[in-house]
């Protein structure tokens, strides 16, 4: 699945945000050429939320095992939940590098992160599920803060 499907299904969701990181973003420059998928049904990315899912397009300091600066490779991260990612990645020996296999995130997979590299046949629906469960999640949570009206 290549890098705009993914940026179109996701923005296709009722008030998603998706941000590539440029220049203008706000973004640090590592981050630049990314993207970040919030919850914002204003329009603007939220000052005190993480983003819900990411996908990511080089390596990064302390985060190399999946060999994203190699050539037409790219990882989608996506808040899952722990008991998700135990159910798609259980075995977290799995290669962090192979395409098309859930594993935990490298950094925050405890965290409930679940990570692929190169989706394709395999993981695709899965992860758009995923995807559509965190910005519903992420909306769950934007009503919470929000309060009574």
Known sequence: MSIEHILAAVRRLDGALVVVAGPDSGFPPLAHGDAFFFHAPDGHVPARTQPYGTVITKDY??????????????????????????????????????????????????????????????????????????????????????GPR
């Open 61 to 146: 300091p302390g985060d190399t095992s999946s060999r994203l600066d190699a050539p037409g490779r790219h990882r989608v991260n996506v808040h899952a939940g722990r008991l998700a990612t135990r159910r798609h990645a259980p075995d977290d020996t799995a290669d962090p590098a192979a395409g098309d296999v859930f594993f935990p995130h490298p950094l925050y997979g405890a965290q409930g992160w679940l990570s692929v590299v190169n989706p394709g046949p395999r993981t695709t629906d899965t992860l758009l599920g995923l995807l559509r469960t965190a910005h519903e999640a992420a909306c769950a949570r934007h009503e919470r803060r929000a």
